[in-house]
């Protein structure tokens, strides 16, 4: 248990739809990340918090937002749902902009996003 | 843009060695990353290698060459649990990890 939790673990909707996945950091981390992972791809970095404040911009679509909350958790809002953004979606935590002196990060579960 | 390069997969037997090779060209580093992912599982973190030479942990060593941009995850006395996807990550300027696609070792008996 890497002790970063998401919600849900699995959601099936339609196109066009919205949705909202939710991370809670490991207790003391600061950072959030949130990457994508498609069958045919590697993990894909979307967006990163730093206490509460937008760090670092990857591939993210417009269609996608994300929040880091006081209490550190993160949300990614996904919008206008298209068949292509069925996948993992992942979130990771570290304890400062590099994390620990190594720079690992803690993976969540995931949460698994079929769009029908 | 950021280039990870690693094999698509490899196969092995029981007790063999394997090694994973990882090239990459990145803008900035700040580190090589070696994660392991179960299908359908998160990544956990195997390596992390910051100046050249080999880290040994274990049944796993990783190895690093700054200067070649190269990276190779060695899985030694391979056990039926190794098969998972291998990810060479690279650490970047701003400290967020960009992944290779990922290396499925399927270990056979």
């Known amino acids: 248990d890497s002790g970063v939790t998401q919600t849900p673990k699995h959601l099936i909707t339609a196109t066009g739809q919205r949705v909202t996945l939710r991370c809670s950091p490991r207790s003391g981390d600061l950072s959030v990340y949130w990457y994508q992972q498609s069958l045919d791809q590697g993990l894909q970095f979307l967006i990163q918090?730093?206490?509460?404040?937008?760090?670092a911009k990857g591939n993210i679509l417009e269609r996608f937002s994300a929040q880091q909350f006081p209490d550190l958790h993160s949300e990614l809002n996904l919008s206008s749902l298209e068949l292509g953004d069925s996948a993992l979606y992942f979130c990771?935590?570290?304890?400062?902009?590099?994390?620990?002196?190594?720079?690992?990060?803690?993976f969540g579960e995931g949460s698994r996003l079929t769009v029908l | 843009g950021q280039n990870i390069d690693q094999p698509t997969e490899m196969t092995a037997t029981e007790g063999a060695i394997v090694q994973i090779n990882c090239t990459y060209q990145?803008?900035?580093?700040?580190?090589l990353f070696w994660y392991q992912q179960h299908a359908g599982e998160a990544p956990t973190f195997l390596s992390y290698?910051?100046?050249?030479g080999l880290e040994e942990k274990g049944r796993f060593s990783s190895f690093l060459s700054r200067s070649k941009g190269y990276s190779y995850l060695l899985l030694k006395e391979l056990q039926m649990k190794d098969s998972a996807s291998y990810l060479c990550?690279?650490?970047?300027?701003?400290?967020?990890?960009?992944f290779g696609a990922g290396t499925t070792v399927t270990v056979r008996a």
């Open positions: 990771a935590s570290s304890v400062g902009t590099g994390g620990t002196n190594t720079g690992e990060l803690f």
């Open positions: 918090y730093y206490n509460g404040e937008e760090r």
């Open positions: 290698n910051v100046l050249d």
């Open positions: 990145t803008s900035g580093f700040n580190g």
């Open positions: 990550a690279v650490g970047l300027n701003d400290y967020k990890l960009s």
